[in-house]
């Protein structure tokens, strides 16, 4: 059974870094590409990023690029989302997902499986 658990949300002021991780188990990790997608108040998905099975390629949207950035370790099934210069508008839930399929690079919020997620709120 997949699970996907988060860690590391919070409340942070406009500027500071958070640094988010997800626990991965029940599946092959290092086959899946894994990414991270958030939930605005009020809005849908955006995907904020994603990293493939060896770690070697990270995809960020132009939101986020130069901002976050995402790696993992495959020995101990974790992925990180570090955040920082974070803004207003990053806060949201932030949800650890993994791809549905292994070895296909997934860059938006669809063909993922998700955990519970971690808020992340920014404002002073």
């Known amino acids: 059974q997949v699970q996907l658990v988060e860690s590391g949300g919070g409340l942070v002021q406009p500027g500071g870094s958070l640094r988010l991780s997800c626990e991965a188990s029940?599946?092959?990790?290092?086959?899946?590409?894994m990414s991270w997608v958030r939930q605005a108040p009020g809005k849908g998905l955006e995907w904020v990023s994603s990293?493939?099975?060896?770690?070697?390629?990270?995809y960020y949207p132009d939101s986020v690029k130069g901002r976050f950035r995402t790696f993992r370790d495959n020995i101990k099934k974790l992925v990180y989302l570090q955040m920082n210069n974070l803004r207003p508008e990053d806060t949201g839930v932030y949800y650890c997902?993994?791809?549905?399929?292994?070895?296909?690079?997934?860059?938006?919020?669809?063909?993922?499986?998700r955990g519970r997620g971690t808020q992340v709120t920014v404002s002073s």
């Open positions: 997902a993994k791809a549905n399929t292994p070895y296909v690079i997934t860059k938006d919020t669809t063909d993922i499986e």
């Open positions: 990293v493939i099975g060896n770690g070697a390629t990270q």
């Open positions: 029940g599946f092959t990790f290092s086959r899946y590409t």
